[in-house]
Nanobody, 122 residues
């Protein structure tokens, strides 16, 4: 199994920055691509950014403002998916969730965290 726990959300003013972290534990060798998604009230969940084998892609709405990366702990027991967010806008307000794609023994499965709330408001 894989466990995902997000942190780092909060209230920030427009133009501000936040750093989201998704701590990953479990069968790390069975995780492929990972990503951040968000869902605003009354809207469908949308992709923010994904990283697979070091290759990143972003939604047009965050390109140039957000950066996704993955940190690997030396002991290999845990890992983290990071989302650096700059120049935040009110329309970035949403619940941000971390997603992991299973491979090998976990092929075909997807894993989600519970999310962390980001609110951009003056």
């Amino acid at each position: 199994q894989v466990q995902l726990v997000e942190s780092g959300g909060g209230l920030v003013q427009p133009g501000g920055s936040l750093r989201l972290s998704c701590e990953i534990s479990g069968r790390l060798s069975n995780i492929g691509g990972m990503g951040w998604y968000r869902q605003a009230p009354g809207k469908e969940r949308e992709l923010v950014a994904r990283i697979t084998d070091g290759i990143t892609r972003y939604s047009d709405s965050v390109l140039g403002r957000f950066t996704i990366s993955r940190d690997f702990a030396e002991d290999g027991a845990k890992s983290a998916l990071i989302l650096e967010m700059r120049n935040l806008k009110p329309e970035d307000t949403a619940l941000y969730s971390c997603n992991a794609e299973g491979i090998r023994l976990l092929r075909g499965r997807e894993f989600w965290g519970r999310g962390t709330q980001v609110t951009v408001s003056s």
